[in-house]
């Protein structure tokens, strides 16, 4: 049973186009973030999630646009794609105000625009 | 502000020696620190943390980390390191006071374990 699942896992698509990457967690928490990780494998984190209300929104381009229909899921629109968008994109889940806070990543979504 | 650094892109071990990746971290209250790994293709796993209480924490695989207040550091160690070891490990950090959960994380240390 896979506990936070991303969709699609990899994804090509030509510049200016409008993208959509899903996310699920089963773990019940009630927090999820969306993080990119660039070419050198930096991780920087975009948004965040805590039971539906927008608790981060780092400096990210307005075209890009979280939805989070309930706490278990957190979508991430893209728009106008460009070509430095191309990244792995991780959702990742956790409970907010737990006394352990880790993370539970997914495996990512590879973003491939030409 | 939070961040986290792993000075080293790189380490590369023996298999069978004692491996040392190192990770120095600054937060404004308490820090909660972790240590992830990656292997290719994949997502992050969780390897340790700590929050509070003893210094040297146990993780997975043989793993472990000792927290060090004075330093600022939270280095990884495994006793004898093994090929299958050979990943990128993420040191990342929380501040306690935060209300988001957010990770800061370092930049990655790629870890090769030779036979």
């Known amino acids: 049973d896979t506990a936070v699942s991303q969709t699609p896992k990899y994804l090509v698509t030509q510049m200016g186009n409008d993208k959509s990457i899903k996310c699920e967690q089963n773990l019940g928490h009630d927090t999820m973030y969306w993080y990119k990780q660039d070419s050198k494998k930096f991780l920087k984190i975009m948004f965040s999630?805590?039971?539906?209300?927008?608790?981060i929104n780092e400096t990210v381009p307005n075209r890009f646009s979280p939805k989070s229909p309930d706490k278990a899921h957190l979508n991430l629109h893209i728009n106008s794609l460009e070509l430095g968008d191309s990244a792995v994109y991780f959702c990742?889940?956790?409970?907010?105000?737990?006394?352990?806070?880790?993370?539970?990543f997914g495996e990512g979504s590879r973003l491939t625009v030409l | 502000a939070q961040s986290v650094a792993q000075p080293e892109d790189q380490v590369n071990v023996a298999e069978g020696n004692p491996l040392t990746v190192k990770c120095t971290y600054s937060v404004s209250g308490n820090p909660y620190l972790f240590w992830y790994v990656q292997y290719p293709n994949r997502g992050l796993q969780f390897l340790l943390k700590?929050?509070?209480?003893?210094?040297l924490v146990k993780g997975s695989y043989g793993f472990e980390a000792e927290f060090n207040k004075s330093q600022t550091s939270f280095h990884l160690k495994k006793p004898s390191a093994l090929v299958s070891d050979s990943a990128l490990y993420f040191c990342a950090v929380r501040d306690g006071w935060s209300n988001t959960g957010k990770l800061i994380f370092g930049q990655g240390t790629t870890l090769q374990v030779k036979p």
């Open positions: 990742a889940s956790s409970q907010l105000y737990s006394n352990t806070g880790e993370l539970f």
């Open positions: 700590y929050i509070t209480g003893d210094n």
């Open positions: 999630y805590n039971n539906k209300e927008l608790i």
